[in-house]
């Protein structure tokens, strides 16, 4: 028997797009889309076509465009904007629309002002009203982590019954330990029936989101709701790329497999953080500009020797190069590394001055780059030309 598959819900066009500061053309998110369909993900969430013309937009030419990935589009519990999701992804030929609606005892008092037995039979109504227009339809209860448990059972049947077949259960806030989140999801997952998923969201407010997702994953769960880079509401979402490298890297321990082409993944993330504006920090995993880069001359020496000493991963099977960094705490033998690849030929006596000019020169700042080694050598070549003509 195969193993089982994690589809990969991807909301950097959605949730990604709710990141304070960011407002993406239409034109840019069909770049994005077009990028995600090659990373290989299952779903593509291109927006929340009420709240705005241009998200209607983005919707509509993602679903004529896309034909490898599934394309999604979110509604709350409103008649409105189940039409308009709907409207908006006629174009798409595998449409999945998303539905939603807030669970917790505060959402609901305080947001919405609906009693729960409303919240009950809203989703009753427009998962059903959603399932008259498409096939595919996800239910999601907003907040699930803080909702009351046995509500929350409650609403689950409802949309099940109603005729939902994907159960997301967000911790919205980002408040869940994992293993009460890894419970939530166990015990709705032993309550609905074979053939439903159980699908994870998590935000990063307690920088969990990652480890969480896994949780629910570990728990049963069989969609990941994610974004690249992170990014999202507030603190942002669980993170593309970690959670994908986490299930392909640890297959020993998942047993799980995805349908992502992670050589994409790099591609993807400097996409979405140019068109976002949104810079990825450099000592983000998977993806970050330090991810494969090693400065100090004990994990060069090693690297050097042997990269499964400080490397885990490949990173060229990520997109990514392994960088040996020259700056004022690296050895000699990844400067003899980096003389070698750009082909400078050298003597012992030029090593020893290089690494003096490098150690002065990286001291007041990162790192050096090819163009100012090219000038330390030329100066270091100068001086011991110079030396020999005077002795
Ligand atoms: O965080 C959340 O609860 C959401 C839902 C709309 C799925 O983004
Ligand atoms: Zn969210």
């Known amino acids: 028997m195969g193993s089982e598959i994690v589809h990969i819900f991807d909301t950097t066009l959605r949730d990604g797009e709710q990141s304070p500061g960011v407002a993406l053309t239409v034109a840019e998110k069909l770049a994005i889309a077009h990028q995600l369909n090659r990373l290989g993900v299952d779903f593509i969430e291109a927006g929340f076509p009420i709240s705005s013309a241009s998200d209607f937009e983005a919707v509509q030419e993602i679903g004529r465009q896309i034909d490898g990935s599934h394309v999604a589009a979110l509604a709350r519990c409103e008649a409105a904007d189940v039409e308009a999701a709907a ?30 037995v409303e919240v009950l039979r809203r989703v009753d109504q427009f998962v059903r009203e959603a399932r008259q227009h498409v096939e595919d339809v996800e239910f999601s209860a907003e907040d699930a982590t803080r909702s009351d448990p046995a509500f929350l059972a409650e609403v689950v049947d409802a949309a099940v019954g109603a005729g939902a077949q994907t159960i997301n259960l967000p911790d919205t806030v980002g ?125 060069q020496d090693g690297m050097l020797k042997d990269p499964r000493t400080y490397e885990f991963l490949d990173a060229s099977s990520l997109g990514q190069g392994s960088h040996l960094v020259l700056g004022k705490h690296s050895g000699r033998h990844a400067l003899r590394e980096r003389l070698e690849r750009l082909g400078i030929a050298y003597s012992a006596d030029d090593l020893r001055h290089m690494q003096r000019h490098i150690k002065a020169v990286a001291e007041g700042k990162n790192s050096i780059d090819d163009q100012e080694l090219y000038g330390i050598w030329e100066q270091v070549s100068r001086e011991t030309a110079g030396g020999r003509h005077g002795s």
């Open 175 to 299: 408040y869940a330990m994992s293993n009460e989140y890894a419970a939530l999801i166990a015990a709705i997952r032993r309550r609905v029936p074979d053939g439903i998923t159980i699908s994870v969201h998590c935000h990063d407010d307690l920088g969990l989101a990652v480890a969480n997702s896994l949780a629910g994953i570990e728990a049963g769960a069989r969609q990941v709701e994610v974004a690249v880079n992170g990014i999202g509401e507030r603190a942002g979402n669980a993170a593309l790329e970690e959670v994908a490298v986490a299930l392909s890297a640890r297959f020993d321990h998942w047993g799980l497999q995805h349908g992502l082409r992670l050589e994409e993944i790099y591609e993807t993330s400097q996409l979405v953080s140019r068109l976002t504006g949104m810079a990825v920090q450099a000592n983000k995993a998977i993806v970050g500009k330090n991810a494969f880069r090693h400065e100090s001359g004990i994990h």
């Open 87 to 116: 409207r908006a992804l006629e174009t798409s030929s595998n449409p999945r629309l998303h539905v939603f609606i807030a669970t917790s005892a505060v959402h609901m008092r305080a947001k919405l002002n609906l009693s729960p």
